[in-house]
């Protein structure tokens, strides 16, 4: 239902129409916790999670803040208000196109930190490395559209999207 990425700040640049290769991704996603565990997460245990995150961004007093972005999301959409109360700036999440639905359980594809707990991991899926994931990925789908509209709507601060700022 939900994928969760670190927001990576390296790796090769890939043109539209290049081929990628292994090294690009390699370069993408070498790093020190690269396995991909599945978790049953509540709606509302994901609220939770991210405006923990975002409050470690957005709090407003600097010993507060501990992280410098929101975790990458597929799959989700949500409001937000930067400014908003602690543990309040989140009004409304999608998953998959519908509102997020406090009481039910979601599959959550997470990597990039350390591992859960054992007694969180789905036990129906083996961890795997996200490089072997997205190699296969690649593989299948030969040809990659690269999103460029946002999946967050921040509220209370003007913004403008990737289309808008270079006409795409």
């Not at 070498?30 to 709090?59: C, H, M, Q, S």
């Not at 599959?107 to 072997?132: N, R, S, T």
Request: aromatic share 14%; net charge positive.
């Amino acid at each position: 239902d939900v994928v969760a990425s670190p927001g990576y700040r390296w790796g090769t640049t890939v043109l539209p129409g290049q081929k990628i290769t292994r090294n690009h991704v390699y370069d993408y996603t070498g790093i020190t916790y690269p396995n991909v565990y599945v978790l049953k997460r509540t709606g509302k245990d994901l609220l939770t999670v991210w405006e923990d995150v975002a409050d470690n961004v957005f709090n407003p007093d600097p010993f507060y803040q501990q992280g410098g972005d929101m975790t990458r999301l597929w799959n989700v959409e949500y409001e937000i208000e930067i400014n908003g109360p602690q543990y309040k700036r989140i009004k409304k999440a999608w998953i998959g196109g519908k509102p997020l639905k406090e009481n039910k359980e979601y599959l959550m594809a997470v990597y990039g930190g350390p591992p859960p707990p054992e007694d969180a991991i789905h036990p129906d899926f083996k961890p795997v490395p996200v490089y072997d994931i997205l190699i296969e990925y690649i593989k299948k789908k030969k040809n990659i559209k690269v999103r460029t509209e946002p999946n967050v709507k921040v509220l209370d601060v003007p913004y403008k999207t990737y289309g808008q700022c270079y006409g795409v």
